[in-house]
């Protein structure tokens, strides 16, 4: 059974950091590209962050460029997201995505994990 499994939201203050965690299973995390979304209230779902199954390869929104930080521990079959400098705009359900590096068909979502950044 595939599972995306995400954690570590919350709520944080405006600068405060939060970090989410990803754990993967029922799948060969390893030849997966994983990807951090989110999606605010009334907005469409959005990439945050998305690494390569090796991790050598990353980017970022510009909105997160310098804040955020993603990686991958393939031994853990876990993504991670770090973020620093948190500010009201982030605030939203983060969703953890995996798609097959070799065949793009299968693209696995988690459930979502609520980050509310306010005073």
């Known amino acids: 059974q595939v599972q995306l499994v995400e954690s570590g939201g919350g709520l944080v203050q405006p600068g405060g950091s939060l970090r989410l965690s990803c754990a993967a299973s029922?799948?060969?995390?390893?030849?997966?590209?994983m990807g951090w979304y989110r999606q605010a209230p009334g907005k469409e779902r959005e990439l945050v962050a998305g690494i390569n199954r090796s991790g050598g390869s990353i980017n970022y929104a510009d909105s997160v460029k310098g804040r955020f930080t993603i990686s991958r521990d393939n031994v853990k079959n876990t993504v991670y997201l770090q973020m620093n400098s948190l500010k009201f705009e982030d605030t939203a359900v983060y969703y953890c995505r995996g798609q097959d590096s070799w065949d793009p068909r299968f693209v696995y979502w988690g459930q979502g994990t609520p980050v509310t950044v306010s005073s």
């Open positions: 029922g799948f060969t995390f390893s030849n997966y590209a």
